[in-house]
């Protein structure tokens, strides 16, 4: 059972438009979310991060938001830019596992 | 430079012959990681550890083995490869804070693995 899922595999977006990636979850005991990109022949670099105690948070133009009651986190990137376009990652850690989903694939055409 | 290596970077092996994958980073990091990615299944974890002499199973460790008798290493073993393991591996390692892994982890740039 995948207790991390990324539903849409892939997501092509504007230049200069706001990108939106979805992640949901389902075990309540996740207590950071994190966000990775990843460049092909690259190993994934770290984006933004999530504690379970917050709602939101932010990094220049990477804001990234928690629903608990929902389970639910997403990734907002405005604007969005031609170098965004890489795999997007969600993770959620317990203690010392982290646990991956499937990734998106984002597209940003200029 | 700050950085995560690991070696080698590309590998091809035949069934059942034992092999190591290092992994070692300057950043005195407590926590270190293994990964693999495969198609649709994004990254899944192997082994963890969170300091020296102090191993753990992530979601896949079959077949794995790790050990951690320095901070800065944290070799993957293989002792009898199998061509389910054929994949792309990745080694990570953060700073732990009180709270848990919420800090960046730096990931190696990988080492694809196909077992014959």
């Known amino acids: 059972d995948q207790q991390v899922k990324q539903n849409s595999p892939s997501l092509s977006v504007q230049e200069g438009r706001i990108s939106i990636l979805n992640c949901d979850y389902t075990?309540?005991?996740?207590?950071?979310f994190l966000w990775y990109k990843k460049y092909p022949a690259e190993g994934p670099t770290f984006l933004i991060s999530?504690?379970?105690?917050?709602d939101k948070n932010e990094d220049g133009r990477f804001t990234v938001f928690l629903n608990k009651s929902a389970k639910h986190l997403s990734l907002h990137i405005v604007p969005s830019q031609p170098g965004d376009s890489a795999v997007y990652f969600c993770?959620?850690?317990?203690?010392?596992?982290?646990?991956f989903g499937q990734g998106t694939e984002l597209s940003v055409k200029p | 430079e700050a950085q995560v290596t690991q070696n080698p970077r590309y590998l091809i092996t035949v069934t059942g012959k034992k092999l190591t994958v290092t992994c070692s980073q300057n950043?005195?990091?407590?926590?270190m990681s293994w990964y693999r990615q495969d198609p649709g299944l994004g990254l899944r974890q192997i082994y963890y550890?969170?300091?020296?002499?102090?191993?753990d199973k992530g979601d896949v460790p079959e077949g794995y083995k790790v050990s951690r008798k320095e901070k800065r290493n944290f070799p993957l073993i293989l002792e009898s490869p199998s061509p389910n393991q054929t994949s792309l591996y990745f080694c990570?390692?953060?700073?732990?804070?009180?709270?848990?892994?919420?800090?960046?982890?730096?990931f190696g740039p990988g080492t694809r693995l196909t077992v014959l």
């Open positions: 550890s969170m300091n020296v002499e102090v191993t």
């Open positions: 999530i504690s379970s105690i917050k």
């Open positions: 993770a959620a850690a317990q203690g010392g596992k982290l646990i």
């Open positions: 950043m005195n990091h407590e926590y």
């Open positions: 075990n309540s005991m996740f207590d950071y």
């Open positions: 990570a390692s953060s700073f732990l804070s009180s709270e848990g892994l919420g800090n960046e982890q730096f």
